[in-house]
């Protein structure tokens, strides 16, 4: 069954470290997104790439980086850098026009 | 500058009754919309689109009303039923080079009361 898979659901990362978000695809999407959702302000652009080994920085990418190795895979990695970094965070893909794939979620807490 | 606008945070609905939500944008390159439905702790979910061609799309109980010249759609689910309580996000997407990637309003979390 084709789809999009976030892990893992939950994740806890104390100050100072850095985390990865794991993003998988088997849909054979070129173009895949990450996007964080906080309460009230809906989904924000981290980053997203539209082919493998290029990417692009989206409205929010300070203290957050992303690699593309593969055409699967689209890891963000939650640096210490990001002030505020609890928050739910999306993973979406597509290869057309017509709108996204969104896997699951991931919710980042910092503790 | 916010290109696709939700004015609604929130909206609530008797059961059986219609929601409407409503979407205004700004970008005359929009040539594509969309609606997604998201639950807590879940990924939104494709509910239903429309072209700009179109001023109608309608699938069961939900219908995309779009008003070019306004730059407003809106989206009409009737009868609501509780588990239509949900955030729903509209996004838009334009012709051209990274016409992809999809620009999202902030969402309206709408409440459907039994």
């Known amino acids: 069954d084709g789809g999009i898979t976030q892990s893992p659901k939950y994740l806890f990362r104390k100050e100072g470290q850095n985390v990865t978000l794991s993003c998988e695809q088997n849909?054979?999407?070129?173009?895949m997104y990450w996007y964080r959702q906080d309460p009230g302000q809906g989904l924000r652009l981290i980053y997203y790439?539209?082919?493998?080994?290029?990417?692009q920085k989206g409205d929010i990418a300070e203290g957050y980086s992303v690699s593309r190795e593969k055409k699967e895979s689209f890891p963000l990695t939650v640096t210490s850098a990001q002030k505020n970094p609890t928050a739910f965070y999306l993973c979406?893909?597509?290869?057309?026009?017509?709108?996204?794939?969104f896997g699951s979620g991931t919710r980042l807490t910092v503790v | 500058d916010q290109q696709v606008k939700q004015n609604s945070p929130s909206l609530s609905v008797q059961e059986g009754r219609i929601s409407i939500l409503n979407c205004d944008y700004t970008n005359s390159m929009f040539d594509y919309f969309l609606w997604y439905k998201k639950y807590p702790a879940e990924g939104p979910t494709f509910l239903i689109s429309i072209s700009s061609i179109k001023d109608k799309n309608e699938d069961g109980r939900f219908t995309v009303f779009l008003n070019k010249s306004a730059k407003h759609l809106s989206l009409h689910i009737v009868p609501s039923q509780p588990g239509d309580s949900a955030v729903y996000f509209c996004?838009?997407?334009?012709?051209?080079?990274?016409?992809?990637?999809?620009?999202f309003g902030k969402g309206t979390k709408l409440s459907v009361i039994p």
């Open positions: 790439s539209q082919i493998v080994n290029d990417f």
């Open positions: 849909l054979n999407h070129d173009a």
């Open positions: 979406a893909s597509t290869a057309t026009t017509y709108g996204y794939t």
């Open positions: 996004a838009a997407s334009g012709s051209g080079a990274g016409s992809y990637q999809l620009t």
